[in-house]
Structure formats: C-alpha cells, structure tokens
C-alpha cells in the first residue's frame, strides 16, 4: 500500500510499504478515505520528538470497513467508520471510566497510559495517512457513521481528534451556559473549542491568536478575535469582562506557544491563562506538552518543567485539567449534532489533497500560510 512517512525533519515522502492487514481477531481493517493533518503532526513532522523514521503519521481517520478479523461481532465490512485517535481496549480500569486517552494496556511503555495511530511516544500504531488502516478492538474503537456521512466526510472526520478535542477543553475548562471564555490557538483545535463554547451557550467567546485568516474563521462563528500581535491580549479579555477576567480559559496551543515575533516560550498561554481568567475560574489545557524535548530553546524545557505562575495560580483559586482527550467519551454525541445539523466543523477546512500531494500540505500547513487552515487528504484519490 501507499502511506506517507517521516523522513527526518520537515520530510515526509509517499512510500511504498507492507500492507496493513488483520492481524488478531479483534481487528477490523479500513480503507482510509479522510484523514486529516494535525497540529499534533507538525511537532513530530519539525522533528520535536522522537518519531521514527520510516514510520506513518495519521491519527486523524475515516473510511470503509473492508475486513473483520473472526471476534469482531457488531461493525460490518462495508461500514463507514470514524476511529478516535486513542487506541483503547475497553477493559482496562482507566478505559471501564471512559478513560480511553489514558488506556493501560495498548501502549508497551510501561512508563505511559494511552496510545494512539501514528503517534510519538504512543506505541507501536502505524498511522492512517495510508491507504489502508488496522484498528485494533474494532468493535470498541469504531464509530459507526451515518449514511450521509459518504458525502460529509469533511465534517465526520473531524470527530476522530480535533472536535472531540475542543469539546474536551470546554469540559476541563467546565463551561458552563452564559459563562465568558478565553481561547488561547485559532489553529483547527482553538475553533473546534470555539464551536463547542458556542454549543454550550457560553456568554462571550474570545480567541487569541494572531492569523488573520484563522481570526476570520472564529468571528465568522460568532466569536470575538483577539490579535496579540496588536496589543496584550490579557489587557483585551481584562477589557472585555469588566476587569474581572473570564469565567474560563481553555490552552489550545501547546509546548511551541510563541510570541508574534515568533520566539518559542512554553509557558507563554499558560501565565496569559493565569492572567486572563477570573479568580476561582478554571483552565482547560489540551495543546500537547510533552517530558522532554531536547529541541527546546527554553533551558527548562528541555526537561519538560515549565515556569508557570503557580503563585498567582494559587492566590486566585483557579482549577486546571490537562491531557489527550478521550474521544470516545464524546465522539457519538458530537456525530448526533452533525447530522442533526446543529453543528458543522468542516467551516474550518481550507485544502482537500491526495496523498501524493500530502508533503505540500505538510509544508504549508507547518508555515501556517495564509489560507491553510486545515488539511484534509484522501489516500483513495477520491478528490
Ligand atoms: P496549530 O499549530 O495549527 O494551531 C496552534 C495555533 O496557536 C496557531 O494558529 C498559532 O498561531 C497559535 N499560537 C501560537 N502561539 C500562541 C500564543 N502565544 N498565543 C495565542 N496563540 C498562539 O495546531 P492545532 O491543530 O490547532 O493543535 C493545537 C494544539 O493542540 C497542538 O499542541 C496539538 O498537538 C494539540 N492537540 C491536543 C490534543 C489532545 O487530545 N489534547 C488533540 C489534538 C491536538
Ligand atoms: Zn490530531
């Protein structure tokens, strides 16, 4: 099969490679028909972590059932189907509470809980930028989509990571209706957090970020952009909730958080969080923080500790939850306000390519150009 692999640093490469196949009874077999690039790619694809060459990115995924293995009872060759990012069991005890970010037996390291497709630091899962895909505890990890899904796989793909994944920031920042929130990233996960705040009601939703085009993409949903790069955007939220601060702040930005000019500071979105939500208001981190990253420019970082404001932190009696998402726990519902049309993440989806055109992709999307907002590809040539 074709799949696009790593070569090293901001290289990647259609490759010819081994078949996916099913391999135990409990794996289902997809053809991919969408998978997305992530913001979660480009800190392996800029070579920030220690993601193997040769090996397949893709976590992001969608397609048709082709195979079953002989245990898999309830999805059908044939099924369109939208696989969470998180390879879960099911039977583990962080899994039993829905806990599936954080599954205790799909990741060999005995150091970490959870896995995923194509992932540092995540097992062994190849990724689904491929044309093929094996998921393993298929009747557990598949959503099964409905049948217009054939037709919106713009839309149903995003339930595979970055809907789910701004839900969960909204969850962890405990938006509840009527409540100001602060979204710090207008990159695909900031305005799936945005969309969710919108969903829940939230009083007053503003984004920070400093891209015009991702801006837009965020005032076109109603919500308030915030361009650093034209003043403090701490001073802006202060302004825009009486000098209070907001309800609830959500991270959508990650370990390589930096300023306008581009400096990396990874405890940038977190002290501006501290600093632009209320006291006694609560913090949502889902941007990727990681334990080592030798590549930092940040001395602290390299070690993962990050200088966080934790006086302030404490003296204003904010809450903060952190982590991958657990996409199962919200995946169906999502699903559900898609096809009821009450929800349409496709709005931020700038370029359908082929996997032969996936290392363009790549490229600008890691630039963040003007106009790449989130990249769709389609292994089976189906655009
Ligand atoms: P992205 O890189 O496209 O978007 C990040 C955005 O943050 C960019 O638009 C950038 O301009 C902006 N930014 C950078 N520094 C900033 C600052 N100081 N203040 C405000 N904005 C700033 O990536 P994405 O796909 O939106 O993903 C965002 C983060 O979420 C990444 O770290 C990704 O790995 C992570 N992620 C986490 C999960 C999870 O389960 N927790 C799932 C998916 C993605
Ligand atoms: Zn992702």
Not at 20 to 39: H, S
Request: glycine share 12%.
């Amino acid at each position: 099969m074709k799949a696009l692999v790593y070569d090293g640093p901001r290289r990647v490469s259609v490759k010819d490679v081994p078949d996916a196949r099913v391999e135990r009874p409990t794996d289902v077999l997809v053809k991919i028909t969408a998978t997305n690039i992530c913001g979660s790619d480009l800190h392996m694809y800029e070579g920030r972590t220690d993601f193997d060459t040769g090996r397949i990115f893709g976590h992001e995924n969608l397609g048709e059932v082709i195979a079953v293995g002989s245990g898999v009872d309830r999805v059908r060759v044939g099924d369109l189907v939208c696989l969470p990012f998180n390879v879960s069991c099911g039977f583990c005890r962080n899994c039993e509470k829905g806990l599936t970010a954080f599954c205790l037996s799909t990741n060999p390291d005995p150091r970490m809980a959870g896995a995923a497709y194509g992932f540092a630091g995540m097992g062994p899962w190849e990724g689904g930028q491929a044309e093929l895909l094996r998921v393993p505890y298929g009747d557990h990890n598949c959503l099964v989509l409905p049948e217009e899904a054939r037709e919106k796989q713009t839309d149903y793909v995003m339930l595979s990571d970055i809907f789910p994944t701004g839900w969960h920031s909204t969850e962890l920042a405990r938006v509840q209706p009527g409540d100001t929130v602060v979204i710090y990233g207008a990159g695909p996960v900031g305005c799936m957090a945005a969309l969710s705040a919108t969903l829940k009601s939230a009083g007053k939703i503003m984004v920070v970020d400093r891209h015009p085009d991702r801006l837009a993409l965020v005032e076109q949903i109603g919500a308030i952009p915030v361009d650093d790069s034209q003043g403090s955007p701490v001073d802006r939220v202060l302004e825009e909730t009486g000098g209070l601060g907001a309800d609830c702040g959500c991270e959508c930005v990650g370990y390589q958080a930096h300023d306008p000019q581009g400096n990396e500071h990874p405890n940038l979105t977190l002290n501006n969080l501290v600093q632009s939500v209320k006291a006694t208001g609560t913090i949502g981190v889902v941007g990727i923080f990681v334990p080592q990253d030798p590549g930092s420019p940040d001395t602290l970082y390299k070690e993962g500790e990050v200088a966080f404001d934790y006086g302030m932190f404490w003296m204003k009696g904010q809450g903060m939850g952190t982590g991958q998402c657990n996409v199962k726990a919200y995946n169906r519902q999502l699903c559900t306000l898609i096809e009821a049309g009450k929800a349409e993440p496709s709005w931020i989806v700038s370029h359908e390519l082929t996997l032969d055109q996936a290392s363009d992709g790549y490229e600008h999307f890691d630039a963040r150009d003007n106009g790449w907002t989130k990249v769709v590809l389609h292994p089976d040539g189906s655009r």
